[in-house]
């Protein structure tokens, strides 16, 4: 299931960054902070998934409030997810809860 989510979240990474133009935010300057998703976090395999995945997963939060990207702008992606809003939403609910169980001794 992470890895199906880790898939889901590297082509999303880019269609996110697309639609940020509407938030007021600035695209590179979230892509910029995001850097390059660690490798195993976009693989088949969830069990190499770990906590580099979850510090991304963190990390995608905090670059997209940190740059106020956290609106209601419409997204029109295969996802599901009809706003940035909502996407981030459910990015929050993979860091807390799938990551914050399993890594106890970090501050998500």
């Known amino acids: 299931m992470a890895s199906s989510q880790a898939v889901l979240l590297s082509f999303s990474l880019l269609v996110v960054a697309v639609s940020l133009a509407g938030c007021g935010c600035d695209r590179q300057t979230v892509i910029d902070c995001l850097g390059e998703l660690p490798a195993n976090c976009a693989n088949e395999n969830p069990f190499d998934d770990g906590r580099d995945c979850c510090d991304y997963y963190d990390k995608m939060v905090t670059c ?31 860091t807390l809860g799938l990551c914050k169980p399993l890594f106890k001794n970090v501050a998500w």
Do not use: P, W
């Open 64 to 94: 997209h409030e940190s740059n106020s990207c956290t609106c209601d702008t419409e997204r029109d992606e295969l996802d599901g997810f009809k706003t940035v809003k909502a996407y981030m939403n459910e990015i929050q609910k993979i």
